[in-house]
């Protein structure tokens, strides 16, 4: 009997780290909320750190989010995203300064871009904005009575923001 029950939870030790890594459309769970850890590149460069800041959501065709992110005097970052290839092509990622609106960077104008690399100058608040082409019956639907379900492989996909910096390099000898 004691060998038994040795060999079952034995058993359970080996399935168990299989059954949390198994691909499932959960969502909810750990799909969506730590991909930017799992799935976007950090920098080759050693000095650069991950901030807290980084963020991961689950996105639907056609839909539009920000997030504040702030900036410091005296630092470089690198804003980077990657997402899931239901979403398509084309993402477009803006930073905006939170204080006046005013567009600083946009992908879109630089080739769809997933990462952006800058100095700070100006400490201040800007929110990373992130919006995915397309339509699905989610952004179509005037509201949620007229929507019964979505379709998770066809209109639905994370997407992962990953903010890194350093200390800004001097500049010159």
Not at 7 to 17: E, F, G, N
Not at 40 to 59: E, G, H, P, Q, W
Not at 87 to 114: H, K, P, Q
Not at 137 to 164: H, P, W
Request: hydrophobic share 35%.
């Amino acid at each position: 009997m004691d060998g038994k029950i040795l060999r079952i939870i034995l058993l359970a030790i080996v399935l168990c780290p299989l059954f949390g890594n198994a691909q499932t459309n959960d969502y909810s769970m750990r799909r969506c909320w730590g991909y930017h850890k799992d799935s976007c590149r950090t920098s080759k460069n050693i000095y650069y750190r991950v901030v807290d800041n980084s963020r991961s959501a689950l996105f639907v065709k056609g839909q539009t989010s920000r997030i504040k992110i702030p900036i410091y005097n005296g630092r470089d970052y690198r804003i980077s995203f990657c997402h899931d290839q239901v979403l398509g092509e084309g993402i477009v990622m803006r930073l905006i300064d939170a204080e006046n609106e005013s567009t600083l960077y946009d992908n879109s104008e630089d080739g769809f871009a997933s990462e952006f690399e800058f100095t700070v100058t100006q400490s201040r608040d800007i929110y990373v904005e992130i919006a995915v082409p397309g339509t699905s019956r989610y952004s179509e639907a005037q509201d949620n009575a007229d929507l019964i379900f979505l379709r998770k492989d066809t209109e639905m996909g994370c997407i992962g923001i990953l903010v890194e910096h350093m200390i800004t390099p001097v500049k010159g000898f």
